[in-house]
C-alpha cells in the first residue's frame, strides 16, 4: 500500500487508546503460536461473571492475501479475507460469519498521498453503506463519516473530525451522535522520551448541555513495568498495572473504584497474554 495519510479512525486514536486500551475487569488468557509456516494460532479465553467465552483463531499469508478464521464457544465461524494491491494503493477486505448468511460484508480501503477513503457495503438485498474520508497534510488530519440503511432510507451516523499530531503532543475534536456531542480531547508527553503521557478528555452533549471529562495519564517505569491512570467526573477511579516478563508475554491487572457508590466493593481483573 502507498503512503498516506491515516485513516479517518486515526482521529482522536491515541486519547482513546490511553484512556481505555488494557482497562478489563474480567479474566482473559490469550495464546499467541506464531509458528515457523504462513500459519499462526491465537487461543483466547474470557471469564465473565460465571460466564466462560472462548475462540480460536488462524490466520494464513500467502502473497497478498491473509485469511482470518475464528471459531468461538458456539460454533459461530467468522471469516476475513484481506487483499492487499488489488488496484494500486486499494486493498479489498471480504468477511462473513456462519451461519448467519446476512453477515456478509466487503471493505474497500484505498490510500493516497493526501486522501484515505474507507467504503463498506453489507453483502444482503438491504444492505448498510459506510463511507470514511480523511484529508491530511503535515501535522493534520481531517475527516468524516456517514452510514447509510438502504432498508430504512436513514442516515445511520454521520461523524465528523479534526486532529493535529505532533511526537510530544495530539489534540482531536471529533462532533458525533448526529451532531449531538462535541468531544475533545489532548494528549500531552511530559518527557523527551515519551514514557510519560498525560490525557485529558471532555464531551458536552448539545441536546441536554451536559458536560463530562476523563483525565488520565501512562507511565513506562522501565521496559517491563507500565502503569496507567484514569480518573472521570462520575467518580470512577481506575488503575492498570502491566508487565512484560518475557518478549511479548504480558501480564495485566486492571482495578476501578467507584467513590459515589462505596458500599459496592472495587471491580478488577486479570489478563494474561502469552506468545512462545
Known amino acids: 500500500m502507498g503512503n498516506g495519510p491515516a485513516p479517518f479512525s486515526d482521529i482522536g486514536k491515541r486519547a482513546k487508546d490511553l484512556l481505555t486500551k488494557d482497562y478489563n475487569y474480567d479474566h482473559k488468557f490469550v495464546l499467541s503460536v506464531p509458528g515457523s509456516t504462513p500459519m499462526g494460532l491465537t487461543a483466547t479465553g474470557l471469564k465473565k461473571g460465571q460466564i466462560f467465552l472462548g475462540d480460536i483463531s ?32 486499494t486493498k479489498a477486505i471480504l468477511s462473513f460469519d456462519v451461519p448467519d448468511h446476512k453477515s456478509g460484508k466487503l471493505d474497500v480501503q484505498y490510500l493516497h ?7 463498506s457495503i453489507g453483502l444482503n438485498p438491504s444492505p448498510v453503506l459506510n463511507l470514511a474520508a480523511a484529508v491530511g497534510g503535515g501535522d493534520i ?24 499530531n505532533k511526537p510530544d503532543l495530539s489534540a482531536a475534536l471529533m462532533l458525533t451522535d448526529k451532531g449531538q456531542t462535541l468531544k475533545a480531547s489532548y494528549v500531552h508527553s511530559v518527557n ?11 464531551t458536552h452533549r448539545l441536546n441536554t448541555l451536559e458536560n463530562s471529562f476523563t483525565i488520565g495519564s501512562s507511565h513506562v517505569l522501565d521496559r517491563y513495568n507500565t502503569v496507567k491512570t ?6 470512577k477511579l481506575a488503575m492498570v498495572c502491566q508487565r512484560e516478563w518475557r518478549p511479548k508475554s504480558l501480564i495485566t491487572f486492571s482495578a476501578e473504584y467507584d467513590a459515589k457508590r462505596s458500599e459496592v466493593g472495587p471491580k478488577w481483573g486479570l489478563a494474561l497474554a502469552l506468545k512462545p
Open 230 to 235: 484514569r480518573f472521570s467526573d462520575n467518580g
Open 141 to 164: 488530519l481531517l475527516g468524516g463519516e456517514v452510514g447509510f440503511d438502504t432498508a430504512s432510507a436513514s442516515f445511520t451516523k454521520y461523524t465528523a473530525g479534526i486532529s493535529f
Open 113 to 119: 498521498p493526501r486522501v484515505a477513503i474507507d467504503s
Open 58 to 89: 488462524a490466520q494464513y499469508k500467502s502473497g497478498r492475501t491473509i485469511v482470518d478464521v475464528k471459531v468461538d464457544t458456539y460454533s459461530n465461524v467468522s471469516t476475513k479475507v484481506t487483499v492487499d494491491e488489488v488496484m494500486p494503493s
Open 192 to 202: 523527551a522520551s515519551n514514557t510519560s503521557q498525560v490525557v485529558a478528555e471532555m
